[in-house]
């Protein structure tokens, strides 16, 4: 940047794909006004995991991000999320939502844990 600083990259973000899905699944699940609630939770095979869950609102201190949907971080996780993005993948293995997290140093096989360097 012209004053010397460097921006810095976006807390976290979602694909098109990945908007496009969770208002998909909202709106099968007759709850248009819901968010996709992407947390951070101690556990699973590397020391940490992600979770997917449908809310009706975002908790007061949430990132909320918008487009075709609605995605709801709160901070605890925002902060182990920092710079990840949230996709939707549909392979032979099976159809999914996928982060990929520059925090995480290694997870396992399935992708689902992670642990932080």
């Not at 996709?87 to 140093?105: C, K, M, Y």
């Amino acid at each position: 940047m012209p004053d010397g600083t460097t921006p810095s990259p976006p807390a976290f973000q979602a694909t098109p794909r990945a908007f496009a899905q969770v208002a998909e699944i909202t709106a099968r699940e007759g709850r248009p006004g819901a968010g996709l609630r992407v947390a951070v939770l101690a556990g699973g095979c590397s020391g940490f995991q992600y979770s997917f869950a449908l809310e009706d609102a975002p908790a007061g201190d949430d990132l909320v991000l918008e487009d075709k949907a609605k995605i709801f971080i709160d901070p605890v996780s925002l902060d182990l999320l920092a710079g990840a993005q949230l996709d939707w993948t549909d392979a032979l293995i099976g159809a999914h939502f996928a982060i990929t997290n520059p925090q995480a140093v290694s997870g396992c096989g399935c992708g689902a844990s992670f642990s932080i360097g």
